[in-house]
């Protein structure tokens, strides 16, 4: 009958006991001077091989025992509660958002001493475009904007939920938050807590900030070609959003020239929508002196077109008036499934504007008095102009917060008029009887 008991063989590495003493694999044949049977070294072999197996079985067992019996301090968790930091207006008018949250410090089954608790809301500035890659200095740049120091000495803390209020006024000249093909800004709120054994609680939630500014009247814009006397009036949009669209009203006037018998007539019409990107990336004061010393940075530009389409025909032409002209109107926006960002105007480097491209193709031709037949000259122009556009985050039913707070004490009107005190003369009861 074939033997069902299989030997294992014996570890390389030095196992762990279960006292948390290094184990140590013993040969008992080199051990023993007395030889000993074949049978005899066999089972020893065997023996000493399950013993280490059983050695190192039983230091994971009390290392994984020895750290689920030892629970964390404390969690820390910040719940936000005002609405979205939304800044209304452009960031020299705009009188910023309010950010109100609560801070909650779960403590374990047993009191803690805290050492220090605070919280900081921070923005990051990233650049895709370092001066050395791998720097995390010449990568990004953290700046505090703001820090509540909840605990600043040791103070014991109780077991349950602690609450920690607090509140920021964040400013509206601030960026929105951006993510480019250069670079990037983003804000956080980063919470930390030291108690006095060492250990460290910490917490960071991503917070989005974004700008939007009120649409106004249309803006007309004229531009002039010369040495011809074409001019082009265009109606736009005060300010666009990303995943909508916008109309767009053109006139072109003055494609008549009387006394030459020419005019122009327009082939094609082409729109494009560019995102233009420029970061300055600075080096730490490590690798300063690849650029030329501190102060000084790489100044990158990037354009990517978001949206484009074309035309060649749907517009009207009018030849029969003094200068004729020429109507045109499209649809133009940035696609919702197109990454984009809004405009970015930061003092640390990173901008992010918007422009739209109108082209229009004219061709000359030559068309004599009272007479039908049309012969192009061979002459063409290229018509090519560009408009800023502001590009924000949708308002919707959002207001300023300073349209929405109640009123100040210095604010409150006059209280209404009091009542007046109406003098009634009553008779007494014997003058009534006496009547």
């Known amino acids: 009958m074939p033997s069902l008991i299989r030997s294992f063989p014996v570890p390389h590495y030095v196992p762990y006991s279960h ?44 290392k994984s025992s020895q750290e689920s019996i030892t629970p964390l301090a404390g969690s820390l968790h910040v719940q936000i509660e005002s609405p979205p930091i939304v800044c209304y207006g452009p960031a020299s008018e705009s009188s910023g958002a309010l950010l109100s949250g609560m801070l909650w410090l779960t403590v374990a089954p047993w009191e803690i001493d805290l050492e220090s608790l605070k919280l900081t809301f921070q923005s990051t500035v990233t650049t895709k475009k370092p001066v050395v890659f791998g720097c995390p200095d010449c990568t990004s740049k953290t700046t505090d904007l703001n820090t509540w120091d909840f605990v ?16 920021y006024l964040v400013p509206g000249n601030l960026p929105a938050t951006t993510d480019s093909q250069l670079g990037s800004i983003k804000y956080h709120l980063s919470a930390r807590g030291v108690t006095n054994h060492g250990e460290i609680l910490q917490f960071a939630q991503e917070i989005k900030v974004a700008r939007s500014i009120l649409e106004g009247n249309d803006r ?15 109606t736009l949009p005060s300010v666009i959003h990303r995943g909508g669209n916008f109309p767009v009203e053109m006139r072109l006037e003055g494609v008549v020239t009387r006394t030459n018998f020419t005019r122009w007539k327009l082939r094609k019409a082409t729109w494009r929508i560019e995102e233009k990107s420029k970061i300055i990336s600075p080096a730490c004061k490590i690798h300063a002196h690849k ?26 032409s009018d030849f029969d008036t003094s ?22 105007d930061n003092t640390t480097g990173l901008t992010v504007s918007h422009n739209l491209v109108v082209e229009l193709i004219v061709a000359e031709e030559y068309c004599p008095k009272n007479s039908k037949l049309v012969t192009p000259t ?8 560009q408009f800023n556009m502001n590009t924000t985050a949708r308002a919707g039913m959002g207001i300023s917060w300073e349209d929405e707070c109640p009123p100040r004490y210095d604010d409150v009107p006059q209280s209404p008029p009091t009542y007046q005190t109406l003098v009634c003369e009553s008779q007494s009861v014997e003058d009534l009887h006496s009547i």
């Open 291 to 316: 650029i030329g010393g501190e102060g000084k940075g790489v100044k990158y530009e990037d354009i990517k077109v978001l949206a484009t389409e074309e035309y060649k025909t749907g517009w009207k």
């Open 19 to 62: 006292n948390g003493m290094p184990g140590t694999i013993v040969d008992l044949d080199s051990t023993n001077t007395k030889p000993r049977s074949t049978r005899t070294s066999r089972s020893s072999n065997r023996d000493s091989a399950d013993y280490s197996i059983r050695s190192y079985k039983s230091s994971k067992s009390s």
């Open 323 to 344: 200068d004729g002209k020429v109507e045109f109107g499209f649809t133009a926006g940035i696609p919702a499934y197109i990454t984009s960002t809004d405009d970015v």
């Open 152 to 167: 600043t000495g040791t103070h014991p803390v109780s077991h349950g939920l602690h609450s920690y209020p607090f509140s």
């Open 378 to 385: 061979g002459s063409a122009r290229v018509l090519r102009m």
């Open 220 to 234: 007309n814009s004229l531009r002039i070609f010369p040495p011809t006397n074409l001019s082009a009036t265009l």
